[in-house]
């Protein structure tokens, strides 16, 4: 959407940002956020269990679409208050032509939790 190429950073700072899988467990409007959005609840496996998360995701996806499905997501964020919620992780997407998030995921079923590398 018109944004310049970042400059280069090293593996070391790529690792830095810890992306990981999980499949959607809970999803509903969140009619509270500035913007339309829905609250997930997102789980991350045994090892990291559940992460609640605010996505700016409601102009193409609807809550009941989205139980089971997997998305991508960065867990080493501050956690963020939106609203009455505390956002622990973003959920990756990325624009479409007006802007609107469309979700990140892999094309074939992964086990949760799994770090992107």
Request: no cysteine; proline share 11%; net charge neutral.
């Amino acid at each position: 959407m018109g944004e310049p190429v970042e400059p280069q950073i090293s593996f070391a700072d790529f690792r830095k940002v810890d992306v990981r899988v999980g499949t959607i467990v809970s999803a509903e409007p969140f009619p509270e956020a500035r913007k339309p959005a829905l609250r997930l609840v997102i789980d991350f496996g045994p090892e990291i269990g559940t992460r609640k998360s605010s996505a700016q995701i409601a102009k193409h996806y609807k809550p009941e679409e989205l139980v089971g499905r997997q998305v991508a997501a960065v867990l080493n964020f501050p956690p963020r208050q939106i609203g009455p919620m505390m956002s622990e992780v973003l959920t990756l997407g990325f624009p479409d032509e007006e802007g609107g998030v469309v979700l990140i995921a892999p094309t074939l079923k992964v086990p949760d939790g799994g770090r992107l590398f």
